[in-house]
């Protein structure tokens, strides 16, 4: 675990921004999140209402596992709790199946401990498979399901 890194995600950073875009726009990726910032045109006023947001409670993270680029994570907080936070996703796909998304999101998890969040919140596609893996071997209890998306809880604190 020792080998894993954060690094923000700087939104005029162009070369953060093109692995950002291997990632996000890769089919395997993209099935799991659809309608969000689904094309090319959508990501770049993407990027441009985040390049203006100074103070959001939206935090958007590369991971760096041995000096790659593996994956990318965000944490979205909870305007009416400020204890609570949201947590989204993806490992680049050369990466997927060799355990590191496990490793990614329980590194992380430590972190997020040191913090005064006390809850983390993650929704999967049903279809998902791997993703419902990874939480459920950190710790995550799922607390419901409807058609098409798995709701996550985990306590912090």
Same mark, same amino acid.
């Given at each position: 675990?020792? #080998?894993?890194?954060?690094?923000?995600?700087?939104?005029? #950073?162009?070369?953060?921004?093109?692995?950002?875009?291997?990632?996000?726009?890769?089919?395997?990726?993209?099935?799991?999140?659809?309608?969000? !910032?689904?094309?090319?045109?959508? +990501?770049?006023?993407?990027?441009? !209402?985040?390049? #203006?947001?100074?103070?959001?409670?939206?935090?958007?993270?590369?991971?760096?596992?041995?000096?790659?680029?593996?994956?990318?994570?965000?944490?979205?907080?909870?305007?009416?709790?400020?204890?609570? !936070?949201?947590?989204?996703?993806?490992?680049?796909?050369? +990466?997927?199946?060799? #355990?590191?998304?496990?490793?990614?999101?329980?590194?992380?998890?430590?972190?997020?401990?040191?913090?005064?969040?006390?809850?983390?919140?993650?929704?999967?596609?049903?279809?998902?498979?791997?993703?419902?893996?990874?939480?459920?071997?950190?710790?995550?209890?799922?607390?419901?399901?409807?058609? !098409?998306?798995?709701?996550?809880?985990?306590?912090?604190?």
């Amino acid at each position: 675990m020792e #080998n894993f890194q954060y690094q923000h995600f700087d939104f005029t #950073n162009k070369h953060q921004i093109q692995l950002f875009s291997d990632i996000w726009f890769n089919p395997e990726t993209r099935k799991y999140f659809p309608g969000f !910032v689904d094309t090319k045109i959508a +990501f770049e006023r993407y990027l441009q !209402v985040m390049e #203006n947001k100074q103070n959001i409670d939206r935090r958007d993270y590369f991971t760096i596992y041995q000096n790659h680029y593996i994956g990318w994570l965000n944490i979205t907080g909870h305007h009416s709790l400020k204890m609570s !936070v949201e947590l989204m996703y993806a490992l680049h796909p050369h +990466f997927r199946g060799r #355990n590191l998304g496990n490793d990614m999101i329980r590194f992380f998890l430590e972190e997020l401990k040191k913090s005064t969040l006390q809850h983390v919140e993650a929704y999967v596609d049903i279809e998902n498979k791997a993703s419902q893996k990874i939480l459920t071997y950190n710790h995550f209890q799922q607390a419901y399901e409807d058609d !098409v998306t798995f709701y996550f809880w985990k306590t912090l604190k």
